[in-house]
């Protein structure tokens, strides 16, 4: 299991020292500045309907689709909140003007998964300051205009994901290869700058770098063109599992899947999801990614229906998966 560790910047760690509440009708808040601690002079309670708009980067990845699918799950459990959900099919531009449609309808709490940290920062600090909390999720924006951020750390996953290869898989040093996720999304530097710590003076190399998007196809077609170029990569490392089993079937059809190992991220406990490409021999090894949609809800619960304050950061556990736990691990999320 990767050890947990305070996420890494001493912006969001002195954050976390402040507890913040943002509560209340949007007609309440609306255009009220909030203090640095990013509390609202008042709370709706448990009386109140409220509505809350998830704002997510795309449903095209396996993982975003089951982030929506638990934030609405364990949304029907609460009845005083409803949530509307807007795809930004990966589109910076268009995230922006669904967070800015769902401010027009004057939400009561915004969730935000963003494509990209900068382009999404401006309208997110944007509903911050008209008193609306904003709970942003697995991605991250920049600065601190937000009441609070669900997720697992990305850098020590990747540094697990580092350290596995190092001593499990190329113990005697060798080469790499790695897809990256979208360049401007957070995971995608953390988990990258992690592995590297991973591997640090272990004898291995990352021999070739391409970027996936978080998608199944495009990592497969990345993958092939890195295998033709890389003949000699042992290890490909993908920070999802989609792109990792894109880099399988890549493989496979250049015959070279049995002389290979792959290594993904999310471990989403579903039939078509990593723990079960473990179980079954496609992946070496995944990280268990919590989308944090159960998390999300009960962070907005707090807020609007129980008056609570919540910290600024929450960290999530991981897990790491292999063949020996993969079988009872998916038996467990799924029992």
């Not at 697992?152 to 080469?175: H, S």
């Not at 990792?244 to 078509?272: H, Q, R, T, V």
Request: proline fraction near 4%; charged fraction near 25%; hydrophobic fraction near 40%.
């Amino acid at each position: 299991m990767a050890r947990r560790r305070a996420v890494a910047t001493v912006l969001t760690a002195a954050a976390a020292l402040t507890l913040s509440v943002a509560c209340g009708t949007t007609s309440e808040n609306s255009g009220q500045q909030q203090d640095a601690g990013g509390a609202s002079a008042k709370c709706g309670g448990p009386d109140g309907e409220y509505t809350i708009g998830m704002s997510q980067a795309n449903v095209a990845e396996p993982y975003r689709q089951r982030m929506d699918d638990d934030i609405r799950a364990a949304a029907e459990e609460v009845p005083q909140l409803s949530v509307e959900f807007a795809d930004a099919q990966q589109d910076n531009a268009k995230q922006v003007s669904d967070v800015e449609n769902f401010l027009t309808k004057q939400i009561d709490l915004l969730i935000i998964s963003p494509n990209e940290a900068t382009p999404l920062t401006a309208v997110v600090a944007k509903a911050y300051n008209k008193g609306i909390p904003v709970v942003v999720l697995d991605r991250k924006v920049d600065g601190d205009a937000y009441t609070t951020w669900i997720g697992a750390d990305n850098v020590e996953i990747g540094r697990t994901a580092g350290e596995y290869v190092a001593e499990k898989l190329l113990p005697n040093g060798g080469k790499v290869g790695e897809i990256r996720g979208l360049a401007g999304a957070t995971p995608a530097k953390e988990r990258g700058d992690g592995f590297r710590a991973g591997i640090e003076g272990s004898g291995i190399e990352i021999v070739a770098t391409s970027d996936g998007d978080w998608l199944r196809e495009k990592g497969q077609a990345q993958a092939d063109a890195m295998f033709k170029a890389n003949s000699d990569i042992q290890v490909l490392y993908a920070h999802n599992d989609p792109m990792a089993e894109g880099a399988y079937l890549a493989a496979k059809a250049a015959g070279k899947e049995k002389s290979m190992k792959f290594i993904g991220i999310d471990g989403l406990p579903i039939p078509s999801g990593g723990i079960k490409a473990v179980e079954e021999g496609r992946l070496s090894a995944t990280l268990i990614y919590p989308t944090a949609g159960k998390e999300a809800v009960e962070t907005a619960k707090k807020i609007l229906v129980d008056c609570d304050e919540v910290p600024k950061t929450q960290t999530l556990e991981t897990k790491l998966i292999t063949v020996e736990n993969a079988k009872e691990t998916y038996a467990e999320a799924n029992s």
